[in-house]
């Protein structure tokens, strides 16, 4: 390992970004480092800390935005935000423990860096959707800005889009400015019981289509129910499928009567307080499902909801696995059983062009030699090489964490 | 507003051209007989005009794809074009550019009520898509009020709002995949009926993108669930800086309503005259909150949306008792821009967005300008999410009227962005607000974005001389001054 820079300045970090191109020294960015183990490993001899650019610059409840270096820590964030009655709506996750890292130390920076987004995407959108604008500097050593601090904005190209989500290769991040929302007054999660996945992921896809405003949408086989730390799923014997309503109580207490009212004939019921409620969604949100034991390889499937129950058949056909369902179905969560055993070529065949998966954990000498990301059609993969170029033509930013070559 | 010189070689080869097109699009897909080009001469910004080379009407994503790959080939530039409704001038014709026009894309493809997704073709208007699935109780969320005619394609290429947007985003938060056509011919799908894209956000970075990346030939957007009831409470205030107070108090009570508009003395009285919605008229803003979901719910922040008003020294507060009511209430801010167009020979649309904080001062400003400036001004406001539409009166027929209000709409856009804000909330640079960026972006800033232009489309064939105010050849954007042995340290950690 070589040298760290640690920058605590915008104009340091154009100092060294501007020293990479002239010396072709590609950098390895990083914040915390908990999700170092995301993507591709990165062959640099450098690495780039920002974790000297912390902290929550502005904050204005009322304007709903906050600006924040990208080295603040996620929790610090929420801490801040909580005392206002407000929340980061796309509920990012901490992906520390499953990752082999500790727990609360994720960054914002990261969050956006990696696009992560919690059970509250299927309501509020990505983390894409609550960046408003950033300043950046890009692998050029050129500081700039993109987007502002108001949500309606159509000047100009929306850019930060690109920076989520890009994994530190376009661009490294110097301030954020992003959306902030009231959080709901109050929560609960009714269970239904004993479906099997085909039914579940059926039945809570269609949750969301029904004017009840669910705000989280999970399908737990019994396998991984089993495994929770609310007593109540633990205890049910079976699978549990969750339905997350928040907002006012004399609000959440008629939707529930409604969602009970859809589900009668589905199975057996059962509602969460607010506060197991919130303890299963944090479960559901960080996969703590496959925090422990830490081996077997985990993907992230995006599919259509009506698609995701096949695809985890398909893919328990050749590999032995355990899943469950996020996003109403539209997110899967996978693990192989076995240490040595990825799955690859199971998981792509599966999910076929019906959507895409990545692989979140494996080892570095697994994600090195096997595509980490959805590999890409050829047309796509030249644009997405000519983005690149047109933010790092030096390849000095994390060259190869998401494509070999990018 | 200065466009490119013509290509004088490339006007030499018009017929060519136009037989090559017929070569791809058959029938009468191709139109270039100089009447009937004059319908596609301007947008919806109809001060600018300009008559296109000739006009192309593909219907399928090869034909598309054939005729960018052609103009790629030969050096031809490109205009694409939904229904022509833009306000900023993103369509409007070059005089050396197929017009590429999209609308006889004209199909819904695919409703998946389970996914919550359909997939439509881009000249689909945006109201079409909530009256297919509206009998199965959905709908599709950003409705800006060119609705009836704007097409999906058009909204993806602005990033359309609407009223609703507050609560329910834009468009860029409410589609899922697009199939684009690149410069030379490439088709790529990105996103899907899937949440997330992989790899860069392309369909983040395309949606707002103006015609300047690619041609859109499909999209699938997120369909929801209609709210089960809603309700609007209207409330007059005796100054702006009241009605600024309240918006922002019912935000800080974390209330977020489907809709917060609002209108000030001229817009209120321009709009009640036209169909007489019953606006309260001796106030000086008037603000209309809507709120939706279940009825308990409605009824509850009705009543504290209700409560924070009469504490911001509101003058007059109704809360609809009927769904006739809650129209009515809306007919008159619907209809703002129309009403507008009563009482003055012609009007401009300005669309800037501030921080919500700043509206008593901005609207103060903007009245004292007016007086500077010698024109009238109404405001229409997207009070939830400070997105401005000032609407400047003038004369078109008066020597210099125009001239005044273009000079008048800059000075409020360059006032917008000292406060925070941004030039363009929902309508777009295009043409009109080209000369502008520089206002809110360095030269840097912009060098970067037209550099992401020159991954998509090195030759600046897609609608060039819009959003940008200057064009940059891409080689010449792409080389980069390497301060070997300059850097001020060596290889050593520091800071």
């Known amino acids: ?406 | 507003m200065k466009m490119p010189e013509p290509d004088v070689a490339i006007l030499g080869k018009r017929a060519d051209i136009i037989d090559a097109l017929r070569g791809i699009v058959p029938g009468e897909g191709v139109i270039s007989s100089d009447e009937e080009l004059r319908a596609y001469e301007s947008d919806g910004l109809s001060a600018y005009r300009q008559v296109p080379l000739v006009v192309a009407l593909p219907s399928t994503t090869n034909e598309v794809s054939r005729i960018l790959r052609y103009c790629h080939e030969h050096g031809i530039k490109v205009v694409p074009r939904g229904a022509g409704t833009g306000l900023s001038g993103g369509a409007m014709p070059i005089a050396d550019a197929v017009l590429l026009g999209l609308g006889k894309f004209n199909r819904i493809l695919d409703v998946n009520y389970r996914n919550r997704t359909a997939r439509v073709q881009p000249g689909v208007t945006n109201l079409a898509i909530s009256t297919a699935v509206r009998d199965d109780g959905f709908y599709y969320a950003p409705d800006p009020s060119s609705q009836i005619a704007c097409t999906i394609g058009g909204n993806v290429a602005e990033n359309s709002g609407g009223v609703h947007c507050l609560k329910y985003g834009l468009t860029t938060n409410n589609i899922l995949g697009l199939e684009v056509v690149l410069i030379n011919g490439d088709v790529v799908r990105v996103g899907g009926e899937y949440l997330d894209t992989d790899g860069y956000d392309v369909l983040g970075l395309m949606t707002g993108s103006e015609g300047l990346l690619g041609v859109i030939t499909e999209v699938t957007v997120r369909i929801l669930r209609a709210p089960e009831t809603a309700a609007a409470v209207l409330v007059g205030f005796p100054t702006n800086e009241d009605a600024g107070r309240c918006v922002a108090a019912v935000i800080g009570a974390g209330i977020i309503p489907a809709g917060m508009e609002m209108m000030d003395r001229p817009a209120i009285h321009a709009a009640d005259d036209f169909v007489h919605a019953g606006y309260p008229r001796d106030v000086e803003a008037l603000l209309i909150v809507e709120l939706d979901g279940p009825p308990v719910e409605v009824s509850l922040l009705i009543e504290r949306v209700h409560a924070i008003a009469e504490a911001h020294n509101a003058v007059s507060t109704r809360i609809s008792d009927s769904e006739e009511e809650r129209l009515r209430f809306w007919s008159g801010r619907k209809a703002a821009f129309p009403a507008v167009g009563r009482i003055s020979p012609d009007y401009y649309v300005m669309d800037g967005t501030i921080p919500r904080k700043e509206l008593a001062h901005v609207l103060g400003r903007m009245r004292e300008m007016s007086e500077e400036y010698g024109l009238q001004v109404a405001n229409v406001f997207h009070a939830g999410d400070g997105n401005l539409h000032p609407l400047i009166l003038y004369d078109a027929n008066v020597p210099g009227e125009l001239e005044r209000a273009e000079a008048f709409g800059g000075a409020i856009l360059k006032l917008c962005v000292d406060v925070g804000g941004v030039l363009s909330g929902e309508h777009g640079i295009g043409l009109e607000k080209r000369d502008l960026m520089d206002v809110q972006f360095t030269e840097t800033d912009l060098n970067q974005q037209q550099r992401i232009k020159c991954a998509f489309d090195a030759d600046s064939l897609l609608n060039p001389g819009k959003v940008f105010p200057r064009l940059h050849r891409c080689a010449e954007m792409g080389r980069m001054h390497i301060h070997r042995g300059q850097v001020p340290f060596p290889d050593l950690p520091r800071f």
């Open chain 1, 1 to 406: 390992m070589g040298a760290t820079f640690e920058p605590s300045t915008e104009s340091d970090i154009v100092d060294v970004v501007q020293w990479c191109i002239a010396e072709e020294a590609p950098i390895d960015v990083i914040g915390a480092g908990t999700k170092r183990g995301l993507g591709r490993p990165v062959r640099a001899e450098r690495t780039l800390d920002t974790s000297r650019l912390a902290g929550v610059e502005r904050y204005e409840p009322e304007e709903l935005f906050m600006t924040a270096k990208p080295a603040t820590r996620l929790a610090e964030v929420e801490d801040l935000l909580a005392a206002k009655g407000q929340q980061l709506a796309f509920e990012p996750p901490d992906y520390g423990p499953l990752l082999g890292t500790p727990a609360a130390e994720g960054t914002l920076g990261g969050a956006i860096a990696c696009n992560l987004s919690g059970p509250r995407r299927v309501k509020a959108g990505a983390a894409r959707d609550h960046l408003l604008g950033a300043n950046v500097v890009t692998g050029r050593g050129e500081a700039v800005k993109f987007g502002g601090i108001v949500v309606k904005n159509v000047t100009g190209y929306d850019v930060c889009k690109l920076l989520c989500g890009s994994f530190g290769t376009l661009a490294v991040m110097t301030a954020l400015h992003v959306k902030v929302l009231p959080a709901p007054e109050s929560e609960t999660t009714l269970l239904v019981m004993g479906l099997d996945d085909m039914a579940g992921t059926a039945a809570i896809a269609d949750a969301m289509g029904t004017p009840n405003d669910v705000s989280g949408a999970a399908h737990l086989p019994a396998e991984l129910a089993c495994l929770s730390a609310v007593e109540t799923v633990a205890r049910a014997g079976g699978s549990v499928s969750c339905l997350r309503l928040d907002g006012i109580p004399q609000s959440i207490a008629y939707r529930v009567e409604r969602l009970r009212q859809e589900m009668r004939t589905l199975g057996d019921m059962a509602l969460l307080d607010a506060d197991d409620s919130r303890a299963l969604w944090r479960e559901v949100r960080d996969v703590s499902a496959f925090a422990r034991p830490s081996d077997g390889a985990v993907w992230r499937i995006c599919v259509p909801p009506d698609a995701a129950a096949d695809v985890v058949a398909r893919i328990k056909t050749r590999v032995r696995t355990q899943a469950y369902y996020d996003w109403a179905g539209g997110l899967i969560w996978l693990r192989t059983e076995a240490a040595d055993v990825f799955g690859g070529d199971a998981v792509r065949d599966a999910v076929g062009d019906r959507g895409h998966a990545t692989l979140i954990r494996a080892d570095a000498a697994v994600r090195d030699a096997t595509p980490v990301f959805q590999p890409q059609p050829p047309a796509l993969k030249a644009l997405t090489e000519r983005i690149k170029s047109s933010f790092d033509p030096r390849h000095i930013l994390n060259p190869g964490r998401m494509y070999a070559g990018v």
